[in-house]
């Protein structure tokens, strides 16, 4: 079970991070939503619980929920700039099998 960041990610959260001394990493979830089924929720992580599953990255940690992890295991997350107004994570999942048009939710 692995989750990565790219390069571009990993300095991304850093700057996240900088400006919350309180966070220990990246919290990385899923919640029903959409017409296909999942989507990603991203937070900072200021506590590591129970249930908990964390993944050192780049030298950060990316902390995923144990309900969200059999629907993200495998994935590298990026950082993109598609445009000057445009940037966010982009999320390159193994698992999915079926997304929805606007790109908001998936299934696996």
């Known amino acids: 079970m ?9 300095r991304h959260v850093e700057k996240m ?4 001394p309180q966070s220990v990493g990246l919290r990385l979830g899923t919640k029903k939503s959409g017409c296909t089924g999942f989507a990603y929720l991203v ?3 200021d ?11 780049m030298g950060l940690k990316v ?6 992890l059999p629907l ?8 993109v700039k598609t445009n000057i107004l445009n ?3 982009d ?9 929805c048009g606007c790109g908001e939710s998936f299934s696996v």
């Open 87 to 89: 940037e966010g994570f």
């Open 2 to 10: 692995a989750i990565e960041l790219t390069e571009r990610a990993a």
């Open 17 to 20: 991070l900088a400006q919350r």
């Open 47 to 57: 506590t590591i619980e129970d249930d908990d599953r964390v993944f050192e990255t």
């Open 63 to 68: 902390v995923v929920d144990s309900a969200s």
């Open 43 to 45: 937070d900072y992580a």
């Open 91 to 99: 999320f390159i999942n193994p698992n999915i099998k079926e997304m």
């Open 72 to 79: 993200v295991d495998g994935m590298t997350i990026d950082f």
